[in-house]
């Protein structure tokens, strides 16, 4: 499943989107050679036999144009910013001059382009400034908003709607009844939707009922690019959302995969929409969505880069990982000299959030495999380093 279609949006809202044509330059930036200092502008020739006096002839602040150019025993005063007039080639700071009564003294000679910006030093007329496929961050923001884009050309965001289901679902701002345990997964889900640059909808939850189930897949396929539900999906008598998934008309392409956390997921497609039907135990539910969902969302939303970063860290303490299924283990990174360090971030249970919330990243790790302290092991990165409450 390739790009979704283009959509022109204004260019604050385009963060974290991903640009469908390429950005071309229609201007020089800067459009003229401006000084990068107060000072004065000069011919650097002219103080070839320093130390000179120059008479000055004018002065060019930020926001006009010089009003003459400049001749052979002249300096102009000039700001930060303001264009240089035509004949000067250089600016000699303030602090460099000695000023008195509309004359300056330079003592050094000073060299023909300093402190001078040139024109086009940051873009030409002409330039692909943006590549497409790339998200667009602050800095594109600025550059496109520096070139007169108001608007610009972007992928639609996919939309995906998440369907919890349960009977021991209590949603959001209900009380759960005796055995009832709180929906945390659409909220994660939804939370990496959105993370992912996709745009979520809420399914709500669905008891484990075959009809019940079905009604909302359908109304999922009607709303959404993309579907994700989670729990009902292994081999107990009330997972039904295989069953569901078949009755609206979608076909399975897979169903288990030998890892840790996850195993059962299953994935499919109804008219070309995929459908992936992610375990219900919290850390699977996130992990699976990780593995598999982000980087399909990614390429529907025109993403080159589908794949999170990985690096490969050193183990700061012994990593297990028994059993015959490939592990993706939370762990903590710490950058010391010689990268990062990576350590579990305690109990790996699929039940246990808390794993999430610590981690910085996913080790990868074979099956029945033990990493010793020191070894190297690859992470999958799957935030950004940054101090944070947790
Ligand atoms: P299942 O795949 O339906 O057997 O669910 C596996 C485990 O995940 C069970 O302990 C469920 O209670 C739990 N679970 C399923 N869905 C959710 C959810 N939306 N939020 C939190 N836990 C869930
Ligand atoms: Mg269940």
Not at 35 to 55: F, I, K, W
Not at 121 to 144: K, M, N, T, Y
Request: neutral net charge; glycine residues 12%; aromatic residues 4%.
């Amino acid at each position: 499943m390739g790009p979704l279609a283009v959509e022109r949006v204004d260019v604050m809202s385009t963060l974290g989107r991903v640009l469908a044509e390429p950005v071309v330059s229609p201007s020089t930036i800067p459009p003229w050679p401006n000084s990068s200092m107060d000072g004065y502008a000069v011919r650097a020739h002219d103080t070839g036999r320093a130390p000179v006096e120059l008479a000055v002839v004018g002065r060019i602040i930020a926001g006009s144009m010089p009003s003459r150019p400049l001749h052979a025993g002249e300096a102009m005063r000039i700001f930060t910013g303001a264009p240089l007039p035509e004949g000067a080639d250089a600016v000699v700071p303030q602090e460099d001059v000695a000023a008195d009564n509309g004359r300056i003294t330079i003592a050094a000679s000073v060299s023909s382009g300093a402190y001078v910006r040139p024109a086009g030093e940051d873009v030409r007329a002409g330039d692909v400034v943006v590549q497409p496929g790339g998200s667009i961050g602050a800095a594109e923001v600025g550059l496109l908003a520096t070139l007169g884009y108001s608007q610009v050309r972007v992928f639609r965001r996919p939309r995906v709607g998440i369907l919890s289901t349960g009977n021991e679902l209590a949603d959001l701002g209900t009380e759960p009844g005796p055995g009832q345990i709180p929906n945390t997964n659409t909220y994660s889900l939804m939370a990496q939707v959105i993370e992912a640059g996709a745009e979520p909808i809420n399914l709500g939850v669905a008891p484990d009922q075959l009809d019940a189930i079905t009604e909302r897949i359908r109304w999922g396929f009607d709303a959404a690019d993309v579907l994700v539900t989670s729990a009902g999906v292994s081999v107990g008598e009330l997972d039904l959302v295989r069953d569901a998934l078949e009755r609206c008309g979608a076909e399975l392409h897979l169903w288990k995969v030998s890892m840790r956390p996850g195993k059962p997921i299953t994935f499919g497609t109804r008219g070309g929409r995929p459908v992936f039907g992610l375990p219900g135990n919290p850390v699977s539910a996130m992990v699976t969505f990780e593995l598999f969902v982000r980087p399909a969302l990614r390429r529907m939303a025109g993403a080159q880069s589908l794949h999170r970063p990985r690096i490969s860290a050193r183990a700061l303490a012994t990593i297990e990982n028994p059993g015959s299924r490939r592990g993706y283990l939370r762990v903590t990174l710490t950058p010391d000299a010689k990268g990062f360090g990576a350590r579990l971030t305690g109990d790996q249970g699929s039940a246990i959030l808390r794993s999430m919330v610590l981690a910085d990243g996913l080790a990868v790790v074979a099956p029945d495999t033990t990493i010793a302290e020191g070894q190297a092991v690859d992470v999958i990165v799957l935030r950004s380093l940054e101090p944070r409450s947790r």
